[in-house]
């Protein structure tokens, strides 16, 4: 019996793959009995919401619309954005019969995911790019167009060959074969295929041309709604009915599929309750390998609702149910020429539950079911968004329950108590850009009386402190000019601005949010949307302002970012660290760096689900050090511990120290990096990176300057024998292992000196690495660098990487390098930078270095477990730094010091200048002549015996001697707040009492604060 049932599936697949429809043993019946009784019970149940229904609240209120038409006639840019909506309602208007039956075919659309260019494959483009290449245009709607090289599908250069059919309801789709394919006719597992996110795909221009129409015409349905209301033109609302009308017919036929390539021959209400457990015979794919773990009688679809539905198979893209919701409420008393109601009760009752509902209850199982808000993904935010929509436009308060609760799981779980989410930048936008719109859809939706656990007007902004905390990190974690950092999974080119969410949060909070949200729209050259249209003043987008960005830390997140200048050619540094997340990187203590507008240290950030994607989340990629030449743990499933090891902000320099248990191997991986703040917005940065265990450590640099598309790129060294670099190479849209993942043409000098430097060097800017250690080895290489997926230019992109080696049983490293960005025409800010002789006394650990720049002179002290003295200064304690200003004055900082000080001689060993110093700064114990202090406290720690979410009560008393900070300087408390050891900013620390600023506390069990000391001293 087994064997037969196996040799059923394999007869069934065969034939299947091979194009076939029915099965000689498949019953012929369109409709099964399970079915039948799913979708009687799903009628029911609409009957019963439709029948108990409230009086529906309306979306878009006529304050709304008379916003809108005042700031229509007062601003130019909701002119456009009028003039642009018109053009297209009009364009679809004139349109002649049949248009919107042609535009909303029946026959279920397919995905743009599966897109690949067979022109050009290879060539211009590469697999995994998909809808950054699809050209389309509704004036010629029946096509689309490669956006790399022109070529227009359908084409019989490309036909369509191959066929999938589903027979139980009479669909039959067909794809292209590529020539691997068709060279190949007996294999049909995928292997030949294209592939996207790692499996095998067919591109259907067909396909995806009716889906192209099918979204066009779901945008233009709410278009037309919008002009009706701001024209009371009847016959945009004609046309909102008519296409309504056609989306119900068809939405109840397109059948369900997921994004490779599976399509379920049934029911789609039925598959999507049911995609874990069909029949096989319902389960169409055309690739064998699709079936490898299904059972002869079960079937799965390859993907849940993540990435399946009837139209864009992503989350069923109910991202536009709520346009649909709105395009109705527009138009629900519209009347014809002749003052006819547009809308019969015919017409309305197939709109509500053949599309709005059908569409929602789609979406159930993937929150868990009715009422159920189990699933808090990034995809999440879409569905409960649309059930508050379809809750206000249908007026069913269960849906606005369930959308509320759901808001409210994903704020508590999905976010961190920093605000920032358990994802990257991009995701955390993109859990915003919908989760912010349920507080708008529910804004004063009022509950029915006797409502089970809900009484009263919805208003999340009067009762929510979480959400103001959400927006103010999508604003407080961006550069300078607006974009979010490239961490994680975040393009290049992603920023804040892209959606309603700093409009909401400038109607909501401005206190927090205006005048960095005027700022952002302005650096950001952002078009308000129609959220600001209808819910602001036209000029209150456009005031401008100083986008004053705070250096910060998120504990949650737990990414540092320092920064110098306040313009939009600011610097910003940031180390990020972060625990485990979806959308993370696998990677700890990498560092990006951007001077003055330019990325000088780079991370690419996230292109696409290509193979090239492999080599930008490697730990190979990242300015870090490389143990062993092996990925960071996290690829192993190992719990990631990174800690706070120290932070320190101020207006002269900013500090932060972490900790990860990166690898099994090492018992200490930690990272000091320092941003050394000059004038207006110039910096350089210290880095202290300290490996202990493995046997071979590679600290890895490479720059964004001076990479193959830049102008006069190279790289040159100073100090090392290296030999001629190779030219750069060019591998275009290769896609072969050995151009798209790894280093190559490396050179190397194995003899290299205690101190060398790397110059990154393009037209009009440099920057230079300086090694103040010693190393077995300095290699240089080239690497992959794409940046941008969607500029094609950038295809086959190279950028240069240098290496720093030590090789050795159990090795002990301390890499100590300076980042140093040139300024305008590759003017170096730095005139030398030497590492000093430390004594042993000092530790093991303790480093010492001396740098002299324009701006000043300094002397950096970093981890002396016991006093020792260096070029005149004494000093005990993990860090401190002294500088001298060309005009002789001094000022110094230390953190977690007991002794810091000098008498007579401040920097360096030198002559006497002839002048002694005046203390105006915190001098400790015993002053005088010369800075510092001897015998302080440096650490307060203990347990903590009390806490709100501002403050924590210790067990400790604050030490003897502790003293205040100056005003502009911050510093972070640590904390273990399990499982991390973490840090919070210090708002004002008491006897026995520490109260933080910005950030709710977690719960904390202990807690250690180092002593930050700042002094500054003036010649006599």
């Known amino acids: 019996m087994a064997a037969s049932a196996s040799k059923r599936k394999a007869d069934y697949v065969e034939a299947v793959t091979r194009g076939e429809g029915w099965m000689p043993w498949q019953g012929r019946e369109r409709v099964s009995e399970a079915e039948r009784v799913f979708r009687a019970e799903v009628e029911r149940r609409k009957d019963e919401m439709l029948g108990r229904r409230m009086r529906s609240p309306v979306l878009i209120t006529e304050r709304e619309i008379a916003q809108a038409r005042k700031n229509i006639r007062r601003a130019d840019w909701a002119k456009r954005w009028f003039e642009g909506k018109k053009r297209i309602a009009d364009h679809i208007v004139r349109q002649k019969a049949g248009y919107v039956d042609h535009m909303l075919p029946e026959l279920t659309p397919w995905t743009g995911y599966t897109f690949a260019c067979p022109n050009c494959i290879g060539v211009k483009s590469q697999e995994g790019a998909e809808y950054t290449l699809i050209g389309w245009d509704h004036r010629r709607p029946d096509e689309i167009r490669c956006t790399c090289c022109g070529q227009v599908y359908p084409s019989a250069r490309y036909p369509e060959t191959a066929s999938l059919v589903c027979p139980r309801a009479g669909q039959t789709f067909t794809f292209y074969e590529n020539d691997e394919e068709r060279k190949h006719p007996e294999d049909r597992s995928g292997k030949y295929a294209y592939h996207w996110a790692h499996h095998p795909i067919r591109v259907s221009f067909s396909g995806i041309i009716r889906e192209r129409k099918i979204d066009f015409m779901i945008d233009g349905v709410r278009t037309l709604a919008l002009v009706h209301r701001l024209t009371e033109g009847a016959r945009y609302a004609e046309a909102v009915v008519r296409i309504l009308a056609r989306l119900a017919r068809c939405y109840r036929v397109w059948l369900y599929h997921d994004y490779w390539d599976t399509v379920a021959d049934c029911d789609a209400l039925y598959a999507a309750w049911h995609d874990r457990a069909l029949p096989l015979e319902w389960k169409r794919n055309p690739?064998?390998?699709?079936?490898?773990k299904d059972a002869p009688d079960r079937a799965a679809m390859l993907q849940t609702f993540w990435g399946a539905g009837r139209i864009r198979p992503v989350f069923g893209w109910l991202n536009t149910l709520p346009g649909i919701c709105e395009a109705y409420d527009l138009t629900c008393d519209a009347r014809d020429g002749a003052g006819r109601p547009l809308w019969t009760p015919a017409l309305r009752r197939t709109v509500e539950r053949d599309l709005i509902l059908e569409w929602i209850i789609d979406a159930e199982p993937f929150v868990g079911g009715r009422g159920r808000t189990e699933n808090v993904s990034n995809k999440a935010p879409y569905i409960y968004h649309a059930q508050g929509a379809v809750a206000k436009c249908l007026g069913i308060p269960e849906f606005a329950d369930t959308a509320l609760r759901g808001y409210q799981a994903i704020r508590d779980r999905s976010f961190g108590?920093?605000?920032?989410?358990?994802e990257s930048p991009s995701y955390n936008a993109m859990y915003l850009n919908q989760l912010i719109m349920l507080p708008e859809m529910l804004h004063g939706f009022r509950w029915p009386k006797h409502y089970a656990g809900q009484t009263g007007k919805v208003n999340l902004y009067r009762t929510?402190?979480?959400?103001?905390?959400?927006?103010?990190?999508?604003?407080?974690?961006?550069?300078?000019?607006?974009?979010y950092l490239p961490l994680s999974d975040t393009h290049q080119t992603s920023g804040a601005g892209g959606s309603p969410v700093l409009e909401v949060g400038l109607r909501r909070f401005p206190e927090f949010i205006a005048e960095k949200a005027t700022a952002i729209f302005s650096r950001r050259k952002r078009t308000p949307t129609e959220y600001a249209l209808m819910g602001l003043d036209a000029g209150a987008t456009a005031k401008g302002g100083a986008l004053d960005l705070p250096e910060i830390y998120f504990p949650n997140w737990m990414t540092a970012i320092l920064r110098h200048g306040s313009d939009e050619k600011g610097t910003v540094l940031s180390l990020a660290f972060n625990p485990a997340g979806g959308h993370r990187h696998y990677d700890n203590l990498s560092l990006f760096y951007a001077d003055r507008g330019?990325?000088?240290?780079?991370?690419?950030?996230?292109l696409a689900e290509a193979p090239i994607q492999r080599w930008v989340k490697s730990t190979f990629s990242h300015n870090l050090v490389v143990v062993d030449d092996q990925m960071q743990l996290f690829r192993t499933g190992q719990e990631r511990r990174p800690a706070l090891r120290m932070m320190v902000t101020s207006p002269k320099i900013s500090v932060v120290e972490a900790s990860s248990k990166a690898y099994a191997q090492c018992r200490d991986y930690r990272r000091l990096?320092?941003?050394?703040?000059?004038?207006?917005?110039?910096?350089?940065?210290?880095?202290?990176?300290?490996?202990?265990?493995g046997k071979r450590h590679d600290y890895r640099v490479f720059s964004e300057l001076a990479a193959s598309d830049s102008k006069g790129g190279r790289l040159t060294f100073e100090g090392l024998r290296m030999p001629k670099e190779?030219?750069?190479?060019?591998?275009?849209?290769?896609e072969r292992e050995e151009d798209i993942f790894g280093l190559r043409d490396i050179r190397s000098d194995r003899r290299p000196p205690a101190s060398w430097a790397a110059v990154w060097n393009e037209k009009g800017r440099s920057t230079r690495l300086r090694m103040l250690s010693q190393v077995d080895a300095a290699l240089a290489s080239h690497g992959p660098g794409r940046e941008v997926w969607e500029t094609m230019a950038q295809v086959g992109r190279r950028v240069r990487y240098v290496d720093a080696i030590r090789e050795g049983e159990d090795l002990e490293s301390t890499f100590v390098a300076v980042h140093e960005p040139s300024g305008p025409r590759g003017v170096m800010p730095i005139?030398?930078?030497?590492?000093?002789?430390?004594?042993?006394?000092a530790g093991r650990d303790a480093v010492a270095f001396r740098i002299d720049s324009k701006w000043g002179r300094y002397l950096i002290l970093s981890e002396f477990s016991r006093e020792a003295e260096v070029a005149g200064v004494r000093f005990k304690g993990k860090l401190g730094v002294v500088c001298e200003t060309p005009d002789g004055k001094v000022w110094w900082m230390t953190c977690g010091a007991e002794t810091f000080g000098a008498r007579g001689s401040w920097l360096v060993a030198r002559k006497k200048t002839g002048h002694g110093s005046r203390v105006t700064g915190h001098s400790g114990r015993k002053g005088g002549e010369g800075f510092g202090f001897e015998d302080a406290p440096a650490v307060w720690k203990g347990k903590v015996v009390s806490q709100t979410d501002q403050?924590?009560?210790?067990?400790?008393?604050?030490?003897?001697g502790w003293g205040d900070l100056p005003e502009g300087i911050s510093n972070y408390v640590l904390v273990q707040a399990e499982p991390h050891l973490t840090g919070f900013p210090v708002k004002l620390a008491g006897k026995r009492r520490i109260a933080v600023d910005r950030f709710p506390l977690p719960k904390v069990r202990r807690f250690e604060l180092l002593a930050v000391r700042f002094g500054e001293a003036s010649p006599l």
Do not use: N, W
Request: proline fraction near 7%; include cysteine; glycine fraction near 8%.
């Open 673 to 693: 990096t320092a941003l050394i703040k000059g004038p207006g917005a110039e910096t350089f940065a210290v880095d202290i990176f300290r490996v202990k265990g």
């Open 831 to 841: 005139r030398e930078a030497v590492r000093l002789e430390v004594p042993k006394q």
């Open 951 to 960: 403050e924590m009560v210790t067990d400790t008393d604050r030490p003897e």
């Open 464 to 483: 929510d402190r979480r959400l103001r905390l959400m927006l103010r990190a999508e604003v407080d974690q961006l550069r300078p000019d607006g974009r």
């Open 417 to 422: 108590y920093d605000g920032f989410c358990l």
């Open 287 to 292: 690739f064998t390998s699709a079936y490898e």
């Open 598 to 606: 330019q990325t000088i240290l780079g991370d690419q950030g996230y």
């Open 726 to 734: 190779k030219p750069m190479p060019h591998f275009g849209a290769s």
